[in-house]
């Protein structure tokens, strides 16, 4: 059985910082590429970066390019997204994604498998 499991969310302060985790067990995390999405109220499931089974590759959505940073660790499996500058529109639920195939899509459905979300609230 796939999980994923978030943590790290919490309240900050526009300007600050936030790092998240995602720990992956029942996959190979080593060979799965991984995503993490984002969906505020009222709004759809965005694309916030993705990163290949090897860390080599990486995407990010244009809005948050140069303040976040997605990164893994396979010995740990374990998925991170450093968020710095943070913004008020970066409000959101933050879920990490497991994708088996070939990885970087920014589309939600060409994922496998979902985490059950952190919450990230940036007051300004």
């Known amino acids: 059985q796939v999980q994923l499991e978030e943590s790290g969310g919490g309240l900050v302060q526009a300007g600050g910082s936030l790092r998240l985790s995602c720990a992956a067990s029942g996959l190979t995390f080593s060979s799965s590429a991984m995503g993490w999405f984002r969906q505020a109220p009222g709004k759809d499931r965005e694309f916030v970066a993705a990163?290949?089974?090897?860390?080599?590759?990486?995407n990010y959505a244009d809005s948050v390019k140069g303040r976040f940073t997605i990164s893994r660790d396979n010995a740990k499996n374990t998925l991170y997204l450093q968020m710095n500058s943070l913004k008020p529109e970066d409000t959101a639920v933050y879920y990490c994604?497991?994708?088996?195939?070939?990885?970087?899509?920014?589309?939600?459905?060409?994922?496998?498998?979902w985490g059950q979300g952190t919450q990230v609230t940036v007051s300004s």
């Open positions: 994604a497991a994708d088996v195939h070939l990885g970087l899509s920014v589309r939600p459905g060409a994922y496998d498998y």
């Open positions: 990163i290949r089974w090897s860390g080599g590759s990486t």
